[in-house]
T-cell receptor, first 112, second 115 residues
Framework: GENVEQHPSTLSVQEGDSAVIKCTYS??????FPWYKQELGKRPQLIID?????GEKKDQRIAVTLNKTAKHFSLHITETQPEDSAVYFC???????????FGTGTRLKVLA | ETGVTQSPTHLIKTRGQQVTLRCSSQ?????VSWYQQALGQGPQFIFQ???????GRGNFPPRFSGLQFPNYSSELNVNALELDDSALYLC??????????????FGPGTRLTVL
């Protein structure tokens, strides 16, 4: 069935360092890949997304890369700050269908 | 433009009871999806409503049902509550254009505890 694997489950980095979170999806029809940030007790917030017609997208300190052949996509956060500490979820979807398949989440801790 | 809202914020029920959760979609959105998020897990898709009809369903039993109203708001109903139904229930609204679905934006969720 459809599945998204996400690694690592926890990640601790020093402030100013980079963080990378990786996801692998199983459904080759997936063509839309959003990333959500969820702070404790709050709603998931869309932080960046990528569609399958591009290989990379960047927004200030955040970037996402996609390798369709390998069915991998990754979130890169540079110059991490304490406020980046949260749980990050990747998801995969076929924009012609209705549902997102989420990964299990990565708890990122940025140490000051 | 208003964001996605949900009510109530928290709810405590006992096994066997029924519960109704509510969601108001973001202005301009015509599609509502419901997700269950167990503690420490990613959201799991329950179902989606578009034009007042169920548009797709995840791996949840029939005691999970829903409605969408003409103003695009939605309800999630769960009958015969079980302990494992304890979770954060999230709704997400989006806009559907033809056969394409756009980004989903989440509400704050309803924390359901079943005792």
């Amino acid at each position: 069935g459809e599945n998204v694997e996400q690694h690592p489950s926890t990640l601790s980095v020093q402030e100013g360092d980079s963080a990378v979170i990786k996801c692998t999806y199983s459904d080759s029809a997936s063509n839309y890949f959003p990333w959500y940030k969820q702070e404790l007790g709050k709603r998931p917030q869309l932080i960046i997304d990528i569609r399958s017609n591009v290989g990379e997208k960047k927004d200030q300190r955040i970037a996402v890369t996609l390798n369709k052949t390998a069915k991998h996509f990754s979130l890169h956060i540079t110059e991490t700050q304490p406020e980046d500490s949260a749980v990050y979820f990747c998801a995969a979807s076929n924009s012609g269908t209705y549902k997102y398949i989420f990964g299990t989440g990565t708890r990122l801790k940025v140490l000051a | 433009e208003t964001g996605v809202t949900q009510s109530p914020t928290h709810l405590i029920k006992t096994r066997g009871q029924q519960v109704t959760l509510r969601c108001s979609s973001q202005s301009g959105h015509n599609t509502v999806s419901w997700y269950q998020q167990a503690l420490g897990q990613g959201p799991q898709f329950i179902f989606q409503y578009y034009r007042e009809e169920e548009n797709g369903r995840g791996n949840f039993p029939p005691r999970f049902s829903g409605l969408q109203f003409p103003n695009y708001s939605s309800e999630l109903n769960v009958n015969a509550l079980e302990l494992d139904d304890s979770a954060l229930y999230l709704c997400a609204s989006s806009s559907r254009t033809g056969d394409s679905y756009n980004e989903q934006f989440f509400g704050p969720g309803t924390r359901l505890t079943v005792l």
